[in-house]
């Protein structure tokens, strides 16, 4: 069912964010606690990159319909 | 930058504020103490910076209209600011707005520029035939493209190029010739009428107006004729009357002469006889009684004679006048008359004076006759005084006295007979020497009485030979007349003759004219005759086979009705098999539950194409089902309404996504919309859509209302409308709908079949 696509979309678009925000905090904090001296700052980074990277992926997933890929080029 | 810009504009305001504490009082009252200075300050710099960024728009906007263009489509209300300020917008955004437009049903914008096209036609042509110039369709179409300028500049050549037609002109001409050959022709007429004269024949008339001149101068002519035999025959009468009446008196007149010379002649005859002859007194007496009854007849006669001549004179003075009137009267005929009549005055005139002349000789003679007898007498008487005064007693008839005289008185009647003698001697004597001389005087009278006679003889002779002359003259032109008159006859026989030929020749010709004219009509006619017997014959024809057809098609048609009849039954029970296995058919598509599909159609179409094997109609309708409708089954109406509306709240939340605006900021904007956007639930669509209708909130608001009434067609045409990502949404609803509805398209027709062809193979009672 077409209707359900977005539904779909949305849902591995938030999964994909919350395991990307997840991952970048945590790793934000790693590298903050580690070599940054307990900064905030790359936590705050880690965490924008994670949502960063997970908005692109949420965006390309959406837009995917529309553009046109290698293949169907090729073809 | 602006904001910084802003910021340092509103720093340097606060030292300058700060700076000028006397002077701007105002400003640096402040109703509460410093900490709410900041407020004001974060307040003020905020209004400041709103109204630097409005200035700063409309300045910008002023200056490039596409910005202008852009922030009044993206900001509302922003174009009534903006035509507050600046006024109204430029021409250049219009063609942009046209070409967006465009993207619009083709079929109103066409209508719209043909629309606008006729119009600029229609004004084009009205301008261009009236004087006014054609500006007022360039000023109500602003944005005319080439084309249409183009075509406005051939519809205006064309316009001009028409030249108005000339009514053609009345032809008056043939009339006015007409009217003015019959005016010549009359004219013609009465100067030809006029100029006939009675001897021409006039010539053969043109028209029918001249039949009436020849009649008329034939009329004319007879009545010239008989006016002239009139003429004639009085002046004739008269002629003849009076010439007879002369000859009468004339021959009297000369009888008269006649006897008068007669009586003259026996009277100095008598008379010489009397005096010569020696007779007896007794017999001498009764010669004396002689003479003067010869004396007295000659003076009868003499009167007789003069009275006559009186009278003769006369009649022929009146025959005179009578030739010369009968000469005024100038007709030819009774010329030869008049000079007949002429002649026999002439001759009449001339024995006449001939007569006369006789007799005044006859008298002369008569004179001297007479004179020698009175000489003679008185000689005598003297003698015998002389002898009766010698011899007083002598007798005067002497000569019987011989016996009686004595010697005396003869002896002095010697002695007187000598002296007598001597005396006579000496007269003669005397006589002799005086001869000449009487001669010479006598000779003298004699010459003037000779010259006087001849005088009037010449006279009378010159007078005579002039009348002959001129008789002759009338009498040589009398003929010369009827020569000419003779030869004119032959000239007009002759010119008759070549005139009867030609008439005879033109007769001819439009004898053969009128024949051929004839006969035309007449083969004409027949021909008419003929097509038309022709064409009642076929008439007839085309009846009579019209209904040997008729009946023969209605045997036809009863046998074939007959044959139909058989044939029917069997369509009949045919007809009730596919109906019912239709009617299977739409049944099973009612069997379904709220979501699920019905069951798989193929059976009940296996059923259906049993029924109809023979019929390709229904073959191909059950044909034409859709597979998946067959395989799985279709969706019912209501499952389909329900999924609707449930996907609906979707579609809205996706409405601004399409190609171009695809970002995860632009979902966000378009769950905004959704979330803010308020529509009608359902709204009934318009039976046209515009531009804006193509609005997805609109689109599924009208859907539903559609579906909401059961037109699950209109529903889906409106859904197909949809664009972009909402059309992705609903892309599997508007499968299964169209799966349903050509279905059901497919089931009602062969239901529709069915029932046509029962009906057509049920019979009317």
């Not at chain 2, 001339?350 to 003679?376: C, N, P």
């Not at chain 2, 008185?378 to 002389?386: G, L, M, N, S, T």
């Not at chain 2, 019929?615 to 059950?622: C, Q, R, S, V, Y």
Request: glycine residues 4%.
């Amino acid at each position: 069912m077409s209707e359900k696509q977005l539904g779909k979309k949305v849902d591995r678009c938030l999964a994909d964010g919350a395991i990307k925000l997840g991952t970048g905090l945590g790793l934000g904090i790693v590298f903050s606690v580690l070599f940054f001296k307990r900064h905030t700052w790359p936590i705050s980074f880690g965490s924008g990159a994670g949502l960063g990277m997970a908005y692109a992926n949420c965006q390309n997933d959406l837009r995917s319909h529309y553009l046109l890929h290698k293949s169907e080029k090729e073809q | 930058m602006l904001r910084a810009c802003l910021r340092g504009a509103n720093a340097t305001a606060r030292n300058n504020c700060r700076r000028n504490p006397l002077t701007s009082v105002q400003h640096c009252r402040h109703y509460t103490a410093g900490e709410t200075s900041g407020a004001t300050k974060v307040v003020a710099a905020g209004l400041l910076t709103v109204s630097s960024g409005i200035g700063g728009t409309i300045l910008y906007a002023k200056w490039d209209h596409k910005f202008r263009a852009a922030v009044e489509k993206n900001v509302p209300y922003s174009d009534l600011l903006f035509s507050l300020a600046l006024g109204p917008s430029s021409q250049e955004g219009l063609p942009i707005k046209k070409q967006t437009e465009l993207a619009q049903p083709p079929s109103m914008m066409d209508k719209q520029v043909k629309a606008s096209k006729a119009k600029s036609e229609k004004k084009v042509k009205e301008a261009a035939e009236s004087p006014a110039e054609e500006s007022s369709p360039a000023t109500t179409q602003p944005a005319q493209s080439i084309e249409e300028a183009s075509v406005e500049a051939t519809h205006i050549i064309s316009a001009i190029g028409e030249v108005p037609s000339v009514p053609a002109p009345c032809d008056t001409e043939a009339a006015a010739v007409k009217e003015e050959c019959k005016e010549c022709h009359d004219h013609k007429d009465t100067p030809v009428t006029a100029v006939v004269h009675p001897n021409t024949e006039s010539p053969v008339a043109m028209e029918p107006l001249k039949e009436r001149p020849v009649e008329e101068v034939a009329a004319r002519l007879a009545q010239q004729d008989q006016e002239e035999q009139d003429i004639l025959a009085s002046v004739s009468a008269s002629l003849e009357e009076s010439l007879a009446s002369s000859a009468k008196t004339t021959l009297q007149a000369i009888g008269a002469q006649e006897a008068a010379l007669q009586a003259i002649t026996q009277h100095t005859h008598k008379l010489k006889e009397a005096m010569e002859a020696e007779v007896p007194p007794q017999e001498k007496s009764a010669q004396w009684k002689d003479l003067e009854a010869a004396l007295a007849n000659r003076t009868c006669a003499m009167n007789d004679a003069s009275t006559a001549l009186l009278k003769a004179n006369e009649t022929l003075g009146s025959l005179k006048s009578v030739i010369d009137k009968s000469k005024g009267l100038n007709i030819a005929a009774v010329h030869p008359l008049v000079l007949a009549a002429e002649e026999n005055l002439h001759n009449m005139i001339v024995d006449l004076d001939k007569v006369v002349t006789k007799v005044q000789s006859a008298e002369s003679e008569a004179k001297i006759v007479s004179q020698y007898s009175e000489l003679v007498n008185e000689a005598k008487q003297q003698f015998q005084r002389e002898v009766s005064s010698l011899t007083p007693e002598i007798q005067a008839n002497w000569k019987g006295l011989t016996g009686k005289l004595s010697a005396d008185d003869l002896n002095a009647l010697i002695a007187h007979a000598h002296r007598r003698i001597d005396q006579l001697n000496r007269e003669l004597a005397e006589q002799r020497v005086r001869e000449q001389i009487h001669i010479d005087a006598a000779l003298e009278q004699q010459k003037l009485e000779d010259q006087k006679a001849l005088e009037k003889a010449v006279n009378t002779t010159l007078q005579h030979v002039k009348e002959e002359a001129r008789l002759e003259q009338e009498r040589k032109l009398g003929e010369l007349r009827e020569v000419m008159e003779a030869e004119m006859r032959t000239q007009l026989r002759r010119q008759a003759a070549a005139h009867t030929d030609h008439v005879q020749d033109v007769l001819k010709v439009q004898e053969h004219e009128l024949r051929a004219e004839a006969e035309q009509v007449l083969s004409s006619k027949m021909l008419e005759q003929e097509t038309r017997y022709r064409q009642l014959n076929q008439e007839q024809l085309d009846n009579f086979t019209l209904d040997m057809n008729t009946a023969y098609a209605r045997l036809k048609g009863m046998e074939e009705a007959i044959d139909s009849h058989v044939v029917a039954e069997e369509e009949a029970r045919k007809a009730h098999q596919l109906w019912l296995s239709v009617e299977a058919l739409n049944y099973t598509l009612k069997t379904t539950d709220s979501d699920l599909p019905t069951i798989p159609l193929k059976s009940a179409a296996e059923a259906v194409r049993d029924s109809c094997h023979d019929n390709d109609f229904a073959l191909a309708l059950a044909s034409a089902l859709p597979e998946e409708s067959l395989h799985r089954g279709v969706y019912s109406e209501a499952s389909l309404r329900a999924r609707f509306n449930s996907l609906r709240s979707l579609a809205r939340r996706v409405a601004l996504i399409d190609e171009s605006h695809n970002s995860l900021y632009q979902y966000f904007l378009s769950y905004l919309q959704a979330a803010l956007l308020f529509e009608d639930e359902q709204k009934a669509p318009p039976t046209q859509l515009s531009r804006e209708d193509l609005d997805p909130f609109k689109l599924l608001s009208y859907a539903s209302y559609c579906l909401e009434h059961g037109d699950l067609e209109l529903a889906a045409k409106l859904v197909n409308q949809l664009r972009g990502e909402t059309r992705r949404v609903v892309e599997d609803w508007l499968t299964e709908a169209r799966l349903t509805l050509e279905t059901r398209q497919v089931v009602s027709l062969l239901s529709a079949y069915a029932n046509a062809v029962g009906l057509g193979t049920t019979q009317a009672p």
